[in-house]
């Protein structure tokens, strides 16, 4: 009688490749978001080079859906995946409408707070590609997703600021529109960091 063999079909492990180019992508935008708001100046130029980065970032968001639908065995589920890659593509799609705004709104100056919300977008980009990094070691994840709630609540606290800044009637309604939907993309962007950190801490409850 014959003997049977089991045969094994490899997981692929590029997933986690493609999340941490995502990862870089959102770092390299939050980086020029941060320059564009610290250095207020050729920000049509600036804006252009998000929004190519954002392109990019599509272009790898595609690459893990369509690698997602022929691939039978994937080293975490598939919907997890699926999840991972929409929030990180969401967060590219919030940066990217900020510099957007910039430009459409043809704003002169940015307000401070802005800056510091670039600045907390880049510190959580940086730590969210540290923690794809280190995929699949899901027991080591802790550290980063605590980091980024963190970063989270202190872009909270910037947020509401500057809200209350900005109807304390020391500006144009007009210029609060302009201004406010801004610092909603901005907050946006970092909501979303935290969803990307949620969801590293549901795949380390998961895979643990």
């Known amino acids: 009688m014959p003997r049977l063999r089991l045969r094994l079909i490899p997981r692929d492990e590029g997933f986690f490749e493609l999340f941490v180019r995502q990862a870089e992508h959102i770092e390299q935008a939050a980086q020029q978001l941060f320059d564009m708001i610290s250095s207020f100046e050729d920000v049509q130029k600036k804006a252009t080079r998000l929004h190519d980065l954002e392109h990019e970032g599509d272009e790898i968001t595609h690459e893990i859906m369509r690698r997602l639908n022929t691939t039978f065995v994937t080293p975490i589920d598939h919907e997890d995946i699926h999840n991972l890659a929409s929030l990180l593509d969401d967060v590219l799609d919030h940066i990217d409408a900020a510099a957007d705004l910039f430009v459409l709104h ?71 529109l302009k201004w406010k939907g801004i610092i909603d993309e901005l907050e946006a962007a970092t909501d979303q960091l935290e969803d990307v950190a949620n969801a590293l801490e549901g795949l380390a409850l998961k895979q643990g």
Do not use: C, H
């Open 106 to 176: 043809k704003i002169e100056s940015p307000l401070p707070e802005m800056k510091a919300q670039a600045d907390v977008i880049l510190r959580a980009a940086k730590t969210t590609r540290e923690a794809l990094q280190m995929l699949p070691k899901y027991d080591q994840l802790r550290q980063y997703w605590v980091e980024i709630n963190r970063l989270e609540n202190e872009g909270d606290r910037i947020y509401r600021q500057a809200v209350a800044d900005l109807f304390g009637g020391d500006y144009k309604a007009m210029d609060v």
